[in-house]
């Protein structure tokens, strides 16, 4: 069965930083675009960042470009999203997802299995 489970969110200070990591089971990442998104308390979940099955192409929110790196590492079956200078409006719930195959625009990728979610608070 496949499962994703991610870790690594909790409490930091504005301009601190975390990274989050999707560990999948049940099936290999290799074959996976992998996005990251996010849902904060009364607001709509959105895009994050995404990174093809390859590894070569990512992609990220204009909220968070230049703040958020996206990677993977395909011997370990795992995402990770490194996390830094953040601000209290990054404070959600952040999921990770993942569909099989290459697409173009894989922030709009149609991902049809999801993670938990881990929180994400960022205050002072």
């Known amino acids: 069965q496949l499962q994703l489970v991610e870790s690594g969110g909790g409490l930091v200070q504005p301009g601190g930083s975390l990274r989050l990591s999707c560990a999948a089971s049940g099936f290999t990442l290799d074959d996976y675009t992998i996005g990251w998104f996010r849902q904060a308390p009364g607001k709509e979940r959105e895009g994050v960042s995404c990174i093809s099955s390859s590894g070569g192409r990512t992609d990220y929110a204009d909220s968070v470009k230049g703040r958020f790196t996206i990677s993977r590492d395909n011997a370990k079956n795992t995402v990770y999203l490194q996390l830094d200078s953040l601000k209290p409006e990054d404070t959600a719930i952040y999921y990770c997802?993942?569909?099989?195959?290459?697409?173009?625009?894989?922030?709009?990728?149609?991902?049809?299995?999801w993670g938990q979610g881990t929180q994400v608070t960022v205050s002072s």
């Open positions: 997802a993942a569909v099989r195959g290459l697409f173009r625009r894989c922030m709009f990728a149609p991902y049809d299995s």
